[in-house]
């Protein structure tokens, strides 16, 4: 990796950082999910940066992927484990990182559990070194905690404008991990954690309120040919949330985003719930791999 690209990773990285401490902190409950994420990505935009993907904000047993739709009017509940998931891109380069906040005082086992989760894995990464001695690595600091790995969500290796670049660092033992890794890779970390009373994999449960590209398909409208070229063009087929596109066209276009899903020229990524309904919290950060080892960029 080139010296530039790599002290702009840095940049980003720290910003990243510095934004989650500043906002997680200062989240209580009652507050609007739609104010949080709307500010969080105003504040990344007027850095100069974009939103690598919409906010995440996911309560309790939600675990990953909702966002507030437009006018979306739910609230920070009393006691929520709050999951926070921010990316952020500088043309294209992407850093990923996510937080947990628990307002019930209750499941601060769980986020230290998923904290020194991502630690354990920095350790032991380095080149040459196969992603499963990592995944083992992740699997054990949380279950030496009795607690369980959320076994059906995977940290991910990040390229040039791609968010999931193909290889994935499982968070449990998987001899089908053996990818094997290099200098200059960027992967993100995010062990999830649960309960020893869930069931540790989590479902969809639609409807979602995130989408990406797929492919190009005839458009039946205005609505349509507008949102398709949104995806491939302004979002560079990275993730997107209809609060984005409303914007660009002054009009909602949920019933064209839907309609693009069914002819699949989008996805749609649904919350992913624990299936036992157990509580969830990740701690993520973007590792870089060096010659010696690995380091975080987001903290």
């Known amino acids: 990796m080139d010296p530039d690209t790599l002290r702009e990773y840095e940049n980003i990285g720290r910003f990243l950082a510095s934004l989650l401490e500043r906002e997680v902190s200062s989240i209580e ?11 969080i990505e105003a504040q990344i935009r007027d850095a100069g940066y974009e939103p690598a993907f919409p906010v995440n ?34 043309g294209g380069l992407i850093v990923d990182a996510a937080r947990t906040l628990d307002l019930s005082g209750r499941y601060k086992a769980l986020i230290v559990a998923a904290k020194e989760a991502v630690e354990a894995a920095r350790r032991v990464m380095a080149p040459g070194v196969p992603v ?68 540790g994999y989590v479902g969809e449960a639609p409807p979602g309120y995130i989408f990406s590209f797929l492919k190009n398909v005839r458009p039946s409208d205005y609505a349509e040919r507008k949102v398709l070229e949104a995806a491939r063009e302004r979002f560079r087929k990275l993730p997107f ?6 914007p660009l066209l002054g009009i909602r276009v949920e019933y064209a985003l839907r309609r693009l899903v069914k002819k699949r020229a989008l996805r749609e990524y649904a919350p992913l719930v624990e299936v036992r309904l ?7 950060n ?14």
């Open 29 to 39: 409950p009652g507050d609007g999910l739609l104010d949080i994420a709307e500010r």
């Open 57 to 90: 904000l996911s309560v309790n047993e939600v675990a990953a992927h909702y966002t507030p739709p437009p006018e979306d009017s739910t609230v920070v509940p009393e006691g929520a484990l709050l999951k926070v998931d921010v990316g952020v891109r500088s």
């Open 132 to 199: 499963s001695k990592v995944s083992a690595a992740i699997y054990e600091e949380i279950r030496k905690r009795g607690l369980k790995p959320i076994t059906n969500l995977a940290g991910h290796k990040i390229e040039l404008y791609r968010l999931h670049a193909g290889i994935e660092i499982p968070n449990v033992p998987s001899r089908l991990a053996r990818y094997k890794f290099s200098p200059g890779d960027v992967f993100a970390v995010e062990p999830f954690v649960t309960t020893p009373e869930g069931a």
């Open 241 to 246: 949330c209809e609060r984005w596109i409303v």
């Open 278 to 284: 157990a509580p969830v919290a990740q701690w993520e």
């Open 286 to 299: 973007t590792l870089i791999v060096t010659e010696s080892g690995a380091v975080s960029l987001t903290g």
